[in-house]
């Protein structure tokens, strides 16, 4: 391969050069990001029973389609929810799907088949499978006090940027729809003799469109239109309506008619207290450039403004710049890095050959960069991460190569040969040391689920870029070192990293039996440390946002919940630390970040974005708000907090509790809440126990009905239109038709005394008093029931105080319950961050066999011999020695990406010991004795370990240092375990050797058969 290499160098160069100009034009054109992208597995099915109690939605609708849902292999759980009226349906698929397209599909199936068992009246089902989407942007609509001119002009907005390049699609949001209200007097109606029917079969007949044909003049077709339908609300007013006695009056006579927002209220936004509707844009994930599509959003909104005068579009929430600052910041990381990474090379190896080895660094960048975007990647933190990781490793390969070509080269040997026997002597060890890296991170790679999809950009650009630096370190480096490299003087040759190696070589020849109890010893101490590290699945993001949820009592109408979420609005904003506050009320708002929960509408929910000045003034305000909501609001539930990070989660402790009887379940719930309240870390400690809401029941006198020509669907029909009101007809001059509402005057707000006097109809256009055909009664019903996969359920969910772990929260609740246990037959599943890290392990175990079987692979493959391979795979043990300590100092929690440093800083401390035998093997093949060979394998190999150990912590500093939630516990894991694995390494690993291994590996025996 070297005699190839020597005679292609052109043809070399210029691939490299060619590979490296396709990274800068990748670099500049590919698809950006803040995050990675996660499969559609999160869906919502909304199923509408107008009128039904919650007890009959669970049987009705709930238990049919739970049953037909629990057939579709591809569902992994079902939560679903049954209020009065409505039934929801909360669908995961398995993590193992990635075809989400025909599991939904199947679900639709189920639906249909469902469907096919609900009652008549059942009304609308939808099934959103791309729950998960966020908008790039948010735009907010103001400056008119109409809502219905405020949804116009968003309409109109929507229109203006449907075309923008990378657009996926526009929706608007807290706007209105329109109604015209026919309000009905009902003491008129009893005057005059009409009955509700009478008017909207008049109203039917009136409205109708009825072709008139044409007649020939003159050769030319002429339209005849006859006046068919209402054209105006002037003329809806003076429809006649018949009386009995064959008269006639005008529908004002008898109703009130005006045009106005639907009925009843629909979700509301505010921008930092006025009322806005909102306008989201959704960009094409995975192959638009969000910075460039922000851009163009931005040009085209500067050139239409002016058409929109005097109403203002502001940006709500805007993602772009959120992903220029994200990247801006690893990139400026990225940048720290390499440079201190090059001071340490030049440090540690001289001008020349640190040179040399930091231009391998724009290479395997710029080549890694472009052949990730050949791929599809798409560039994001995770990306950008998992190269600046990868700095500090990829240049072991060219530390070691240009040592041992200066080496040569001192020892007085030709050019070419020293570059023909360094090849040959280190293309199998770095091979299996890259090849040992790359089996590290094989399970992150190979792993499946949410947790999965959205680290995978680590191991994709590490193994990448390791493989890409082996490749150049054993063609483009040697070529560059051969011809750049020339011999030392003797005495530049010496240096206090020399007479470093040589110590601890003599230490390890005189003292393996010490070292190898010292490294005992330190390994058990640092183990110890575990019960003091507190564990976190994902830490919180860093953006200085608070976000308030507000939960109003089952029942509560809309207009109560906007006035308590409008005081505690005015009371945040006597905060001097309220820099903007977003208010919705009736829906969560929009989902700007993907880790927020999406919720259906419901009339008693809200949710409030409260923006700080820094990251630290949310502290504060969270403090705050909790104290003050608490004391002010008794009737609000709020749970108040900072965006998170991760797959997205209800809290992040979730206990769900299953018992068949519905009070001993009741029973353990609440003792489950005491539990946690009481225990340390838990803040905003709830439960969806279902405390009930009033109700009343008109009980219809079947026989006495009859005597007046009436039943019971006419009796439920007139007081269902009484409140909210029936459709009669539709007012078809605007872009979209407008319903007419017959109602009472006073609709949802009529009174009780009100609601029991009003007059049912017979066919005969007859009024009964409802008091003749029915009696009263109140009773108090469920309000919600919930189930998980068909099985009734309630959860407790808590929120954790700063510096808190969910494993805190856990021990605190099971020390509760271990005094005073749950009732018996109780059974508890744990969600949130335990849910979610339990998942990422077993996914990452179920691959951890074929990572194992790839580094026993390279290994066996390098060595062939099993006692080498125990040897260096005990440097692993060694490496917690600095793990546990280096976390717990820090202040650092134990989570997934703490792992991510563990699975990292295993590849690496593999790799030096691979090194490490390499060299012991060689002597041993020269007739060196053990401790002879192993000291001169610490000797020779003391100083690339220590650069290769200083390039990977110096590289991964800016990590440790910034000011991101996510990374510094990753970047710890990787400096304190490697500071304290390097030296173990150096010492405990060739100590053993001493003992295990006395001379080379044997060649087989040819022994007869």
Known sequence: MTSRLLKFQRLLGMIVVMMGVLGVAAYSTMPRQEDPSFPYRAGLITVSYPGASAEAVERLVLEPLSDELRQVEEIDSVQATGRTGVAVFRIRLNDTIYDTDSAWDRVRQAMDRARLEFPNDVGQMVLDD??????????AVSGSSSVAELSDVAERLKGNLSDIRGMSRVELQADTDEQITLALDDAAMYRLGVSPARVLNTLAQRNQTIPGGYVVSEGRRVSVLPNSEFESIEAIRATPIELPDGSQVPLAAAADVWRGPAEPRQPEAWFDGERVVLVNLYMEEGSTDAIRFGERVRERLALIEGDFEPYQIREMFFQPDKVQERLDNLALSLLFSVLIIVAVVFTGMGIRMGLLVASILPMVALISVGLYDLGGGVLHQIAVIGMVISLGILIDNAIVIVESIQGHLDDGMRRLDALTRAVKDLAGPLGASTGTTLAAFAPLLLSKGGTADFTRGVPVMIMLTLSVSYLLAISAVPLLAARFLKPREEQARESWLIGFARSLGSLVSRRPGTLILAGTVLVAASVSMTPFMKKQFFPNADRPQVIVEMYMPEGTDQDRTSAVAADLERAIRTRENAVQIHRFTGFTGPSFYYNLQREPAAPNRGRMVV????????TEMVRWIRAYASQEFPELQVTVGILGQGPPRPAPVEVRVYHPDDETRAQAVEQVYSALRSAEGTVDVRHNLDLGVPSIAINVDDASAARFGLDRSDVAQSLYGQSFGVVAEQYRQEDDP????LRSREGINLSLSRLLSINIYNDQGDAVPLSAIATVETNWESAALY???????NSVWSNLRVGYGFSQALEGLDAALAENPLPEGTRLEMGGDAEGSGEANDALLTTAPIGLLLLLFFLLLQFNSFRRVGIILLTVPLATVGIFPGLVLSGSPFGFQSLLGVIALVGIVVNNAIVLLDVMDRQLEKGDEIRDAVRKAVEQRTRPILLTTATTVAGLL???????????????????????STVLTLLVVPSVCIYVIKCRVADPVNAPA
């Open 130 to 139: 791309r729950m998960i989407d966020i908008p790039a942007i948010i735009l």
């Open 611 to 618: 923006e700080t000045p820094t990251l630290e003034d949310t």
């Open 738 to 741: 407008i319903p007419l509402v």
């Open 787 to 793: 189930q998980r996969n068909g099985t009734r359920m």
């Open 958 to 980: 800016p990590l440790a240092f910034s000011s991101s939630t996510l990374w510094p516990p990753m970047a710890w894991a990787i400096i304190s375990g490697l500071l304290a």
